[in-house]
């Protein structure tokens, strides 16, 4: 017999009528749900927290691994996950990496229009090397990222630097530990 009838009779009713106890229905439907939403609230913490840690796990190996599989880069927009924001400047997988062997002209504030269009092509060049095919990042010295939290890296290919390259085609500077004027 289902708990919600009852066999009692009710004011109003002959006797032996079964009632049915909407109330007593209800709280049962509410108790169902409620454990419901915290059964998906629990898993979704579980899930969310799962895909973090394995979300930062690879962004952290993807920054400090030696070979790269091969990727495409393209000049950054909105999403920044494998891109080009500018002639020293790439994210990596989710990872912002700034190439620590070079200087390149600024295109988000430059000091003249020759600044800008020189980093243009910086940044242009710099999409195409890295298109080229597979490459290693090596840590230089003994500092792991700079002050805006880029991982501080020198970007290798067949034994050369790809920041060398930009060099000799006049397109950065080797760093020497300071910014210096491109007008």
């Known amino acids: 017999m289902n708990k919600n009838f009852s066999d009692e009779a009710q004011p109003g009713t002959s006797d032996g009528a079964k009632v049915f106890d909407f109330r007593e229905e209800i709280r049962r439907q509410k108790r169902k749900r409620v454990w419901t939403v915290s059964m998906l609230a629990a898993g979704g913490m579980l899930l969310g927290t799962a895909i973090g840690i394995a979300g930062i796990n690879r ?91 880029r991982k501080l890296r020198v970007i290798m290919r067949g034994g050369r630097s790809l920041g060398d390259q930009l060099v000799s085609e006049g397109l950065a500077r080797t760093w020497t530990g300071r910014r210096e004027p491109w007008c």
């Open 59 to 149: 962004s952290s190996f993807a920054a400090s691994t030696q070979e790269t599989p091969r990727h495409t880069f393209a000049v950054c927009g909105l999403v920044r996950r494998t891109c080009v924001v500018d002639g020293d400047t790439i994210w990596l997988e989710g990872v912002k990496i700034r190439i620590a062997d070079i200087d390149t002209p600024e295109i988000s504030q430059p000091q003249c229009d020759a600044e800008y269009a020189l980093g243009i092509r910086a940044r242009d060049r710099l999409v195409v090397l890295l298109n080229q095919g597979e490459f290693s990042l090596a840590a230089i010295g003994n500092r792991d990222e700079d002050q805006y939290g």
